[in-house]
């Protein structure tokens, strides 16, 4: 399958099924996750080699150090040259919260990751926030992939062969509770029918009637955690599996939420862990502790609704951790659908 060159991202409005898994007060009995075997330090997950998950931006990929060893070549590409439409609802906001807060975090951040929302500004990263859902046919819901399975497929074609839209190029969609969905049937098979209409070499690419001239590049998404609730037939550690093994088959590049979910800055897997870092086989939040051990500006940077706007977590969250992780692991994305091929010196 050819790499598409444009990409869409979209996540469900708010629901009921978004709001976490398990909170900080759960009683649920712990669950023995801490498997030595299976679990990785930072170390190890430095020296791994990155080729089996070069197309899967996971909690390797979502830290600091390597955002800071991509080229700045590269970022200044995707931020100059890519245009995305995100449409996502609560859980979507990590990604959306995090890019809009980066640009205040160090020196040069201003520049190096500036970014607009829903407007396009010379030397800035075109980010289409919950636009997609105002292009779903009448009658249909396309807030995320979790609403209506197969409402974003429309929702995407009628996006895309609107004039207004021609520039676009990158487009994502985001899920609410991925837990029970039909991932492979619906989410892959129409992801796939995308790709073949709108990627590179599309069927709908070119100069002719009911054709656009840029193709577009999909980002693909896993599933949040659910807390104490990840592993089984249907659920969200099982179904992330199923996209991320389907991405790197066919060479697509997919943001792992999963992975960043149940995942500690050290690189352990917390089976039990819900969408803000509580794992009650951890004992608590990994992400709150470890961020409380850091200072804003050095460490992390503050989440925002909008750039330049007020300070927030993103949704479902009580700290800055998990929407920093993943917008990182989005702009590793970025760089690599820009040309980057991941390696550093």
Same mark, same amino acid.
């Given at each position: 399958m050819k790499m598409l060159s444009f990409l869409i991202i979209t996540t469900l409005l708010p629901c009921i099924s978004c709001t976490s898994g398990s909170d900080e007060n759960s009683t649920s009995p712990a669950i023995s996750t801490d498997k030595t075997s299976e679990n990785k330090t930072s170390t190890e997950n430095e020296e791994e080699d990155l080729t089996q998950t070069v197309f899967i931006a996971d909690h390797q990929i979502a830290h600091e150090d390597v955002l800071r060893s991509i080229p700045e070549t590269y970022i200044n590409a995707a931020r100059e040259n890519f245009h995305i439409a995100y449409q996502h609802t609560s859980h979507g906001t990590h990604v959306s919260r995090g890019v809009y807060g980066l640009p205040d975090y160090k020196?040069? #951040?201003?520049?190096?990751?500036?970014?607009?929302?829903?407007?396009?500004?010379?030397?800035?990263?075109?980010?289409?926030?919950? %636009?997609?859902k105002d292009y779903a046919d009448e009658g249909e819901i396309a807030t995320d992939l979790s609403a209506n399975e197969t409402g974003f497929i429309?929702? %995407?074609?009628?996006?895309?062969?609107?004039?207004?839209? %021609?520039?676009?190029?990158?487009?994502?969609?985001?899920?609410?509770?991925?837990?029970?969905?039909d991932v492979s049937g619906n989410y892959l098979a129409g992801m796939t029918q995308l790709i073949a209409e709108y990627g590179e070499d599309g069927s709908k690419i070119g100069n002719q009637e009911g054709q656009r001239a840029t193709p577009v590049h999909f980002i693909f998404m896993t599933g949040h955690a659910n807390g104490n609730d990840n592993i089984g037939t249907g659920k969200p550690g099982n179904q992330a599996e199923l996209i991320n093994n389907y991405c790197i088959e066919n060479k697509q590049f997919c943001l792992d939420y999963?992975?960043?979910? %149940?995942? #500690?800055?050290?690189?352990?897997?917390?089976?039990?862990?819900?969408d803000n870092g509580y794992s009650n086989s951890y004992g608590g939040n990994f992400y709150k502790d470890w961020q409380d051990m850091k200072d804003s500006g050095n460490g992390y940077w503050l989440n925002r609704l909008a750039p330049n706007g007020e300070v927030a977590f993103g949704e479902h969250n009580t700290q800055h951790i998990t929407a920093n992780r993943k917008a990182i692991a989005f702009w590793w994305i970025l760089a690599r659908m820009a040309g980057w091929d991941g390696k550093t010196e």
């Open positions: 020196s040069g #951040d201003e520049n190096r990751f500036a970014v607009s929302r829903n407007k396009q500004v010379s030397g800035k990263l075109s980010f289409y926030d919950n %636009t997609l429309e929702a %995407t074609r009628n996006f895309l062969d609107n004039p207004e839209n %021609t520039h676009i190029n990158v487009i994502m969609w985001s899920w609410c509770d991925i837990a029970g969905h999963y992975s960043i979910d %149940t995942h #500690d800055i050290a690189g352990n897997y917390w089976e039990d862990a819900n």
